[in-house]
């Protein structure tokens, strides 16, 4: 059990204005040697929007949303919102909680899922922060869980599901659900060594002896989206049989050619649609926790324009946002930790859950840019 001092909603970031655009940028991609013309590409994408991201916005409401439920809980608990890659960053935010008093804190990454870019990195620039501001040693950062599979997380997706049906057969009335309409679970896709190492490298034998990984080729980042996939379907369709076909599709994509990163693309699998005889499509940023640019450009300006070029109705479901039961799970989460909840009791949808509250030696690793200093885990 552990007396926080305050809750740390830890931000990827994002430009709020078109001065912002390329230096947000060059911190995002920093020491990765990306070309100034492939930055003015990705620019373009929030240039389209003004030069402002969405998401500091909606991180200033999940803000407000926490600290309303923990008012409402009677839980004397302040949210202090910092971000990885634009103001405010963790750094500065930490420093004023520690002048603050508070010197013990737990984070919430706004990310669900287990790999370098959605937990490893966000844990890395604690550590970080902690060495830049000199408070290593003075100030504690945990982090609540990877909630993947909290019932907070998955509910919002399973009446998003039930909602997008409900819409495409009141626009296409008499469309078999079954047989026409294909369902879309889309993620952020990452390089596929990293995806490899994503999670505990947990290996199980085969019929033959031989070992292989528990959560596949692809890793855990890959197996938690199946396996919550899995779980919003089955929710949100009466039966099996009456279940449409669906698959899991990556997007976003930004490294070279010439390096391997999860596939299939979702503007791939959707012009190959139609040859099926699907004609709608239902989109679901099942990978992302609020509608930040990789949703509103990726998917409704790209995905969407991909599903019209090819004949196709499609919906696309809502993040979770400042959905209740979120907000709810987030706050969730964070007593666990406070309470010292036991595993057993703790809520998991899937057989991968409950994730663990420290991760493992090796996790997420990053085989390009090998272990740095990482808090809310065990060495490396």
Known sequence: MTEYDAILLAGFGGP?????????LRNVTRGRGIPEERLEEVAHHYRHFGGVSPINNQNRALKAALETELAFRGIDLPVIWGNRNWTPYLA?????AHEAGHNRLIAIATSAYSSYSSCRQYREDFAAALADTGLDGTVQIDKVRQFFDHPGFVLPFIEGVKE???EVQAAIPGINL????????????????????????????DADGQPVRRYGDDGA????????AEVVMAAATPSAEQQPAWQLVYQSRS???????????????IATLPERGIRAVVIVPLGFVSDHMEVLWDLDTEAIETAAENGLHAVRVPTPGTNPAYVSGLVDLVMERVNDVPVDERPALT??????????????ENVRLGFKPALAGMTP
């Open 351 to 364: 057989e991968l859950g409950p994730w663990y509250d420290v991760c493992r030696p090796g996790c997420c």
């Open 221 to 228: 980042y890959a197996a938690q989206h199946r396996a919550v």
């Open 164 to 166: 997008g049906l409900a």
């Open 16 to 24: 709020e204005g078109q001065d912002d655009v390329i230096p947000f």
């Open 255 to 269: 490294g070279p050619p010439s390096m391997p990163w999860l596939e299939p693309d979702i503007n791939d699998v």
């Open 178 to 205: 079954q047989t026409e309409v294909e369902v879309l679970f889309a993620t952020h896709s990452i390089p596929s060594t990293d995806a490899a190492k994503s999670g505990q490298d947990l290996r199980d034998l």
């Open 92 to 96: 500065d935010v930490i420093t004023e």
